[in-house]
């Protein structure tokens, strides 16, 4: 029997821009429920951190704010096998690039390092206010129930829980 | 008269830090118009900070900078102490250097390779450079690794350190935890000085600014946790004199104050500002680097910031290992810190350049007010200055070349627009 996998879990964005800490309040609301073995973890700043955060994950599945052509903002979208398709993620649909360096830009930076994991998924919430200040957008609050939900739902398919 | 709107943004500025926007207008073979506008989180924390306890400040302002929290942290740390009377141990203030050394060696890593070098290379981005020189990337990535290290080890986690508080550290490691990280560190030196000779090969476009130079300058050290403001004018002032020498005033098309040295005149702090100041106060090795780099004792080109980065990547290298090869445990982890009614200053050099913070504090602590004066909004008007001259000595460029070289421009001075977001967009009319 195969070992299961090792899945790391990790929201990026900053809770200090409003709706770009929806993927901290995503992780947050989900983590009671996390199935058992799943490490979760934040990235905040610089997003190469993301390389040594996933290092030994076999999937990492990121979750953040996002914005991406027609979105409204509180939408919740799945992306599977982020890693696979990253050429179809622009810089800035692929997450709010607060630091030179964009999640998908991250994506396929660590490909051609080698330094992906073997499954990249990316759970994306639409951002509508990118102001500063604490707090999410009631759109964007009345997601993070639902998207905590899905988040748990597929991680547990994931880590074969 | 005809009037030819161009928008030439979005996805080649990603290299930029954060949320802004360029704007010129050129009227024939003038630049009628040039304005950086930046969006910029200071100043809702100065109001965020009000009523909040004198010990809130270090970690609420390491929120402003996922790139350089510890310069928030130690730039409020010793705001707030000299308000409340404090000066903390010698081990203690040796232990924050190392911290600030672990920020500097990851904040100037990431810009060296993955922001400013494609710009010389000809890649558009990090990612063609991984796949060019992909050697050059591991380097990177290492090195940097090393300056989170330190920031783990010190300062509790490598982002938003958790172990900073008023008066010192939670905790201070031990010095086996310390010693744990010299061989790293040690390769880390080499890779530094390699660093700095693959940058000096590159090749520089001319231009020589007169702006005035301000940084730190401390008796014996490379200024980075405190010292006097200094300048290559002759500038030589407490931290605490900052506002009677400086002043910040709003400009229309920015949410960042532009700052400006009293009675006018413009000024530069950041990289190229502490090495014109500061040079003689490189460690040695730093300073040989330098001159093998074909830096001499200052340096006015903004283009070759990437040398002066790699040599202070270098220097800081250098000195984390000194630190700790010197270090002896502190008694204390913290010196006590009681509240009392104040006002205090601080001043430390964040990657960027020069960080200002006052406090006013009530008899119990609660802060009447705070003031942050970051040094993008110090360098806003040089950047704008600069972006003037590329355009004006090249307006027979296409737009999209001379959006290109604006961005370099920009780009020279790694500003710390970030986590105000997103995007910078460039807009280039001619008239």
């Not at chain 2, 830090?17 to 910029?40: C, F, N, P, S």
């Not at chain 2, 946790?225 to 920015?254: M, T, W």
């Not at chain 2, 296409?398 to 020279?412: G, K, P, T, V």
């Amino acid at each position: 029997m195969s070992a299961a996998p090792r899945v790391v879990v990790i929201a990026v964005g900053n809770p200090m821009r409003r709706d770009d800490g929806a993927g901290m309040a995503v992780l947050e609301r989900a983590r009671p429920s996390l199935p058992e073995g799943v490490r979760a973890l934040s990235c905040g700043g610089d997003l190469t951190d993301l390389l040594d955060l996933w290092s030994e994950a076999d999937v990492a599945v990121l979750v953040d704010a996002a914005r991406w052509r027609g979105c409204v903002p509180g939408e919740v979208t799945w992306v599977d096998d982020a890693g696979r398709g990253a050429d179809r993620l622009s810089g800035r649909s692929a997450g709010l690039d607060t630091h030179g360096i964009g999640v998908a830009e991250m994506i396929r930076l660590a490909r051609t390092l080698e330094r992906l994991p073997a499954r990249v998924d990316l759970l994306a919430l639409a951002a509508g206010d990118d102001a500063q200040g604490e707090g999410l957008s009631p759109a964007v609050e009345s997601a993070v129930g639902p998207a905590a939900d899905l988040l748990v739902t597929r991680l547990r398919a994931l880590a074969g829980a | 008269m005809t009037h030819q709107t161009r928008d030439l943004s979005l996805e080649a500025l990603s290299r930029v830090e954060g949320e802004g926007a360029m704007h010129v207008v050129i009227d024939g073979k003038t630049v009628t118009d040039l304005r950086l506008q930046i969006y910029e989180p200071p100043r809702f924390f100065e109001a965020f900070l009000r009523g909040r306890a004198y010990t809130e400040p270090p970690d609420i302002t390491a929120r402003i900078c996922g790139i350089c929290p510890v310069a928030y942290q130690m730039s409020a740390c010793q705001a707030i102490e000299s308000a409340c009377g404090v000066v903390v141990d010698e081990p203690l203030r040796a232990l924050r250097r190392l911290l600030y050394c672990g920020e500097w060696i990851e904040s100037h890593v990431l810009h060296i390779y993955l922001l400013h070098a494609p710009d010389f290379l000809g890649a558009g981005s990090a990612l063609e450079l991984a796949r060019e020189h992909r050697d050059v990337v591991e380097r990177a990535l290492r090195l940097k690794k090393v300056g989170n290290h330190i920031m783990d080890v010190v300062g509790g986690r490598s982002v938003h350190p958790v172990n900073v508080r008023v008066g010192g550290f939670y905790r201070v490691p031990t010095l086996s935890e310390l010693r744990g990280l010299l061989d790293e560190l040690r390769w880390a030196r080499d890779a530094a000085l390699e660093t700095v000779r693959w940058v000096s090969t590159f090749t520089f476009p001319d231009l020589e600014v007169a702006h005035e130079m301000v940084a730190l300058r401390h008796p014996s050290e490379y200024a980075v946790v405190d010292g006097r403001v200094a300048s290559d004018r002759g500038l030589d002032i407490p931290v605490d004199a900052f506002l009677d020498h400086f002043e910040e005033e709003h400009v229309a098309h920015s949410t960042a104050l532009h700052a400006h040295r009293k009675g006018g005149g413009r000024y530069l702090v950041g990289p190229l500002a502490r090495y014109t100041v500061n040079h003689d106060r490189l460690p040695a090795l730093a300073r040989e680097a330098a001159a093998d780099a074909g830096l001499g004792p200052e340096c006015r080109n903004p283009f070759r910031s990437i040398v002066v980065r790699a040599v202070e990547t270098l220097a800081a290298c250098d000195d984390a290992i000194g630190l700790i090869e010197g270090y002896e445990e502190p008694e204390r982890p913290a010196v006590p810190v009681e509240p009392r009614a104040g006002v205090g200053h601080g001043i430390t050099e964040a990657p960027r350049g020069l960080l200002y913070h006052r406090y006013e504090l009530d008899e119990d602590g609660a802060v009447l007010s705070a003031v942050i004066v970051p040094p993008t909004a110090q360098n806003q008007d040089a950047i704008e200055s600069d972006l003037r001259r590329v355009v004006v000595e090249n307006l027979g460029l296409r737009d999209s070349a001379l959006q290109h070289l604006c961005e370099e421009a920009i780009r020279n001075y790694d500003p710390c627009i970030s986590c105000s977001a997103h995007f910078l967009d460039v807009t280039v009319e001619r008239r």
